[in-house]
């Protein structure tokens, strides 16, 4: 007899999504879904308006990442007008970038994932939240919320607003930095470091204790694509495309990101909003590839900061050889790239040209298609506009980090299910482990699609007649 | 709260709402008023998008703190003020996006202090995105508003407790309407 468990909402998750998971005769798992419930459209309701609307328009696809949708955006404007930007209009642009980076990690680290990780998959789920890890360890809980001030604070010095900067512009950036800004946000770095140095030497004691769940939370084989430096280092901003199948050879490196095309083709299922991209010379659906934190560590040759340069090798050693596989250890390189988003942030901000009043090229458009790429917090971040004489934009393409691991989170919630779902004996902590592994990815479904409201948590179990045979309910 | 309390008083002002939908950005468009035309010392104002986690390290460095939102349930251009306690149940299942109460439950479940804390609100018509202009009704709410929060930030006068609504606990979601200053 059929049956299917739905989970949804899918929580502590930016957006809304739903799993399904298709219980066989016996009640093994035999198929399983995770859909994108909502639909926004931006790409459609984009077009006819002005490409310099475009960075203010789409950063409104999200409240967390709105930065790099910002320099994803005016990185395609800046196509659009054939310039290069001032080195320090970069250098700037960078800064914002670590910055959200850093505030963003923390919020999933911190916020969404440290329930599960602290308190445990299979703990009371009425407690299994932000006020019951409050209450188990407030200094962490303080820790996260200092982490994500420290870098909005700075997205607010540089950007005047938190949520949503307009200092972020075509050619550059609108103004240049003070002094006095460029101190202010300087004496925040050694706090943040320590902190985040802090709660990575906390998470690797807590590593050992999830050697099972590290074995099946999407550990399957796929390949990894990030930007890297010239060098080929850890690079959130420009760069080159890299890609690395599964057992770490490059198939890929050094390709201009405006080439993406090349690379990878979108694919549609019916069953979600989302897309599912994959590399093109391996098909759909084979390949499949994941962005992101992991995807970035196990690109580069080395991160090119001190603290996070150990913390580098120290990932490495999650694994005997290769790519670290494991979705698991997403946490662990979200913490490594704290570390280095702040590392480099200190960098930046003392170097001696960081206060030059150069900071943007001005032009009008000089082309009909610009494209701009750079690393969101949660990986590779593509804005491809086509516009007219008049500069109104006549068609978008989005991919977003979220969608490029559409694959590898199907991937994973089947071999998730598989290992601990019990179709005949259905227990909240095996769900809730169904659900973490997509938490691993930290997907934006709010940058994939959009969500409005909030919708109760119901879990069903249904027999092959529709029949309800067991329901779990959250809130 | 007597007088010279209330001239110390720390008081910050949170408009909340998107600037792309429509009447949804009453609430920074509030604050934004407020911050030209002046307030007071010790009175801070910021506009955001949405409330977010480190906002919780902001509310408890002050007394009180007044929330300036819009809301869809009600009469289009109606003004509202009530009181807000932490409620830990009002939990958001998404992360980006917090409900003050939620905020306030972190404050008082982390730091065991809670600003007094107010959420002034007008009922809006349209949430459109890619629209950057308020209804004329949601327009006409906006002097409501700012009567409202001119008399929470003046400490000559105390509160008008009377004509507030306790919103605390589940039960007050829906608030109820009130008599505008």
Same mark, same amino acid.
């Given at each position: 007899?059929?049956?299917?468990?739905?989970?949804?909402?899918?929580?502590?998750?930016?957006?809304?999504?739903?799993?399904?998971?298709?219980?066989?005769?016996?009640?093994?798992?035999?198929?399983?879904?995770?859909?994108?419930?909502?639909?926004?459209?931006?790409?459609?309701?984009?077009?006819?308006?002005?490409?310099?609307?475009?960075?203010?328009?789409?950063?409104?696809?999200?409240?967390?990442?709105?930065?790099?949708?910002?320099?994803?955006?005016?990185?395609?404007?800046?196509?659009?007008?054939?310039?290069?930007?001032?080195?320090?209009?970069?250098?700037?642009?960078?800064?914002?970038?670590?910055?959200?980076?850093?505030?963003?990690?923390?919020?999933?680290?911190?916020?969404?994932?440290?329930?599960?990780?602290?308190?445990?998959?299979?703990?009371?789920?009425?407690?299994?939240?932000? !006020?019951?890890?409050?209450?188990?360890?407030?200094?962490?809980?303080?820790?996260?919320?200092?982490?994500?001030?420290?870098?909005?604070?700075?997205?607010?010095?540089?950007?005047?607003?938190?949520?949503?900067?307009?200092?972020?512009?075509?050619?550059?950036?609108?103004?240049?930095?003070?002094?006095?800004?460029?101190?202010?946000?300087?004496?925040?770095?050694?706090?943040?470091?320590?902190?985040?140095?802090?709660?990575?030497?906390?998470?690797?004691?807590?590593?050992?204790?999830?050697?099972?769940?590290?074995?099946? !939370?999407?550990?399957?084989?796929?390949?990894?694509?990030?930007?890297?430096?010239?060098?080929?280092?850890?690079?959130?901003?420009?760069?080159?495309?890299?890609?690395?199948?599964?057992?770490?050879?490059?198939?890929?490196?050094?390709?201009?990101?405006?080439?993406?095309?090349?690379?990878?083709?979108?694919?549609?299922?019916?069953?979600?909003?989302?897309?599912? &991209?994959?590399?093109?010379?391996?098909?759909?659906?084979?390949?499949?590839?994941?962005?992101?934190?992991?995807?970035?560590?196990?690109?580069?040759?080395?991160?090119?900061?001190?603290?996070?340069?150990?913390?580098?090798?120290?990932?490495?050693?999650?694994?005997?050889?290769?790519?670290?596989?494991?979705? !698991? *250890?997403?946490?662990?390189?979200?913490?490594?790239?704290?570390?280095?988003?702040?590392?480099?942030?200190?960098?930046?901000?003392?170097?001696?040209?960081?206060?030059?009043?150069?900071?943007?090229?001005?032009?009008?458009?000089?082309?009909?298609?610009?494209?701009?790429?750079?690393?969101?917090?949660?990986?590779?971040?593509? *804005?491809?506009?086509?516009?007219?004489?008049?500069?109104?934009?006549?068609?978008?393409?989005?991919?977003?980090?979220?969608?490029?691991?559409?694959?590898?989170?199907?991937?994973?919630?089947?071999?998730?299910?598989?290992?601990?779902?019990?179709?005949?004996?259905?227990?909240?902590?095996?769900?809730?482990?169904?659900?973490?592994?997509?938490?691993?990815?930290? &997907?934006?479904?709010?940058?994939?699609?959009?969500?409005?409201?909030?919708? &109760?948590?119901?879990?069903?179990?249904?027999?092959?007649?529709?029949?309800?045979?067991?329901?779990?309910?959250?809130? | 709260?007597?007088?010279?309390?209330?001239?110390?008083?720390?008081?910050?002002?949170?408009?909340?709402?998107?600037?792309?939908?429509?009447?949804?950005?009453?609430?920074?468009?509030?604050?934004?008023?407020?911050?030209?035309?002046?307030?007071?010392?010790? /009175?801070?104002?910021?506009?955001?998008?949405?409330?977010?986690?480190?906002?919780?390290?902001?509310?408890?460095?002050?007394?009180?703190?007044?929330?300036?939102?819009?809301?869809?349930?009600?009469?289009?251009?109606?003004?509202?003020?009530?009181?807000?306690?932490?409620?830990?149940?009002?939990?958001?299942?998404?992360?980006?996006?917090?409900?003050?109460?939620?905020?306030?439950?972190?404050?008082?479940?982390?730091?065991?202090?809670?600003?007094?804390?107010?959420?002034?609100?007008?009922?809006?018509?349209?949430?459109?995105?890619?629209?950057?202009?308020?209804?004329?009704?949601?327009?006409?709410?906006?002097?409501?508003?700012?009567?409202? /929060?001119?008399?929470?930030?003046?400490?000559?006068?105390?509160?008008?407790?009377?004509?507030?609504?306790?919103?605390?606990?589940?039960?007050?979601?829906?608030?109820?309407?009130?008599?505008?200053?």
């Amino acid at each position: 007899m059929s049956r299917t468990v739905t989970i949804e909402p899918v929580t502590r998750i930016e957006g809304h999504a739903r799993i399904t998971l298709q219980l066989g005769d016996a009640g093994e798992v035999e198929d399983a879904k995770f859909h994108l419930t909502q639909f926004r459209g931006f790409e459609k309701f984009c077009e006819g308006r002005p490409y310099r609307e475009m960075p203010a328009l789409t950063a409104r696809t999200c409240g967390i990442c709105p930065v790099s949708h910002v320099l994803a955006s005016n990185k395609a404007c800046d196509h659009l007008l054939s310039v290069s930007i001032p080195p320090t209009g970069e250098k700037l642009r960078r800064i914002i970038n670590l910055a959200q980076l850093t505030q963003s990690h923390a919020l999933s680290f911190f916020h969404l994932s440290s329930p599960d990780l602290l308190l445990g998959w299979d703990s009371d789920p009425v407690s299994r939240n932000i !006020f019951g890890v409050m209450r188990q360890d407030p200094a962490l809980a303080k820790d996260g919320i200092r982490l994500r001030q420290i870098g909005q604070t700075i997205i607010e010095t540089l950007g005047g607003k938190k949520i949503h900067p307009t200092w972020v512009v075509p050619g550059g950036v609108s103004e240049p930095l003070t002094q006095e800004k460029r101190d202010a946000m300087l004496k925040l770095m050694p706090e943040g470091l320590e902190i985040a140095k802090r709660t990575y030497a906390f998470f690797k004691t807590l590593v050992p204790k999830f050697k099972d769940e590290a074995n099946h !939370f999407g550990s399957q084989p796929t390949m990894f694509l990030s930007l890297v430096s010239p060098k080929g280092h850890l690079e959130h901003y420009d760069g080159f495309l890299r890609l690395k199948d599964a057992q770490g050879r490059i198939l890929e490196d050094m390709v201009p990101p405006h080439e993406y095309e090349r690379l990878i083709g979108e694919a549609v299922e019916d069953f979600s909003y989302m897309k599912f &991209p994959y590399y093109k010379p391996h098909g759909y659906p084979n390949g499949i590839y994941r962005v992101g934190p992991l995807a970035r560590l196990n690109n580069v040759d080395a991160c090119g900061t001190p603290y996070a340069d150990v913390a580098l090798a120290e990932f490495h050693m999650l694994q005997e050889s290769g790519p670290i596989a494991s979705s !698991f *250890h997403y946490h662990y390189a979200r913490l490594v790239e704290i570390i280095y988003a702040l590392e480099m942030m200190d960098r930046l901000l003392k170097d001696p040209t960081i206060l030059d009043a150069r900071v943007r090229a001005r032009a009008r458009s000089n082309r009909y298609e610009g494209i701009g790429v750079a690393e969101a917090p949660r990986g590779i971040l593509m *804005h491809h506009y086509r516009i007219d004489d008049e500069g109104l934009v006549t068609w978008v393409n989005l991919i977003i980090a979220t969608g490029h691991n559409n694959l590898a989170m199907n991937q994973s919630i089947r071999q998730v299910a598989d290992a601990y779902v019990d179709g005949n004996n259905l227990q909240e902590g095996m769900l809730n482990r169904v659900e973490a592994v997509i938490r691993c990815f930290d &997907p934006c479904l709010s940058c994939a699609s959009h969500a409005f409201g909030e919708m &109760p948590l119901a879990i069903e179990l249904k027999d092959a007649s529709g029949r309800v045979v067991d329901t779990l309910r959250r809130g | 709260m007597d007088q010279a309390r209330l001239e110390d008083l720390k008081v910050l002002i949170i408009g909340y709402g998107s600037p792309i939908r429509g009447d949804d950005a009453i609430g920074p468009l509030v604050a934004d008023r407020l911050q030209a035309e002046g307030v007071p010392a010790g /009175v801070e104002v910021v506009s955001r998008h949405i409330l977010t986690a480190e906002l919780v390290a902001d509310l408890v460095e002050h007394d009180r703190v007044i929330f300036l939102d819009a809301a869809v349930d009600g009469t289009p251009g109606e003004v509202r003020c009530r009181s807000l306690g932490p409620d830990a149940s009002a939990m958001s299942t998404m992360a980006h996006f917090l409900d003050p109460r939620e905020l306030l439950a972190w404050c008082e479940t982390l730091y065991d202090k809670v600003p007094e804390t107010f959420l002034v609100s007008a009922c809006g018509s349209a949430f459109d995105y890619s629209n950057y202009v308020l209804t004329p009704t949601a327009e006409a709410a906006i002097e409501p508003m700012l009567d409202w /929060v001119r008399r929470l930030i003046d400490p000559s006068t105390p509160i008008p407790t009377g004509l507030l609504q306790s919103a605390s606990s589940r039960e007050t979601d829906t608030p109820v309407p009130l008599q505008t200053p």
